[in-house]
């Protein structure tokens, strides 16, 4: 009766760790996917320097072709 209720335990323990085992691989992969969805929604585009005048300089010359 012993021998079967350490049985039942360790049986139990084995399956709780591979239960755990997968759960946090799944946990680590939704992050990594939240992280970077936040990353990307988040991300700003670089601004450049514009000359607006030559730029309206440019369109006034095309303008007159």
């Known amino acids: ?3 079967n209720a ?3 335990i360790l049986k139990v323990r084995v399956m709780s760790v591979t239960r755990i085992k ?7 992969s939704k992050s990594k996917v939240r992280k970077l969805t936040m990353q990307i929604q988040g991300a700003k585009p670089v601004i450049k320097n514009v000359d607006v005048e ?5 369109f006034k010359a095309n303008a007159g072709k």
């Open 22 to 28: 997968r759960k946090l691989r799944k946990d680590r």
């Open 6 to 8: 350490i049985f039942a």
């Open 1 to 3: 009766m012993v021998e």
């Open 54 to 58: 030559a730029i309206k300089e440019e």
